[in-house]
Nanobody
Framework: VQLQACGGGFVQPGGSLRLSCVASGRTISGYYMGWFRQAPGKEREFVATINWSGGTTYYADSVKGRFTISRDNAKNTVYLQMNSLKPENTAVYYC?????????????????WGQGTRVTVSS
């Protein structure tokens, strides 16, 4: 599975962005998908995950209520809608795919990774 993340950019605090992760090579309909981020000088951290059908989602406490993960299996794409962005959300955002069933916030449990898209939140 090859994952291509896009949609990052520069946004002012309080603004919104929608990230997309397009998969190729095989269908991701049977995979749990996740978004992670890594800020400069920090470790990669979990943001959100979604099960194969989209019926189960799980978020980091820091983004709950502001970010929404969704997927369109027909388009082989996963999204991350980010609202009310804060400067501390500045990071490179990565999408990842996990073959094993179950929610996981551990990046080591994900099997495939995209190249990342940069999000900068600043006034």
């Amino acid at each position: 599975v090859q994952l291509q993340a896009c949609g990052g950019g520069f946004v002012q605090p309080g603004g919104s962005l929608r990230l997309s992760c397009v998969a190729s090579g095989r269908t991701i309909s049977g995979y749990y998908m996740g978004w992670f981020r890594q800020a400069p000088g920090k470790e990669r951290e979990f943001v959100a995950t979604i099960n194969w059908s989209g019926g189960t989602t799980y978020y980091a406490d820091s983004v709950k209520g502001r970010f929404t993960i969704s997927r369109d299996n027909a388009k082989n794409t996963v999204y991350l809608q980010m609202n009310s962005l804060k400067p501390e959300n500045t990071a490179v955002y990565y999408c990842a795919a996990r073959r094993r069933v179950g929610v996981s916030i551990d990046p080591l449990s994900y099997d495939y990774w995209g190249q990342g898209t940069r999000v900068t939140v600043s006034s």
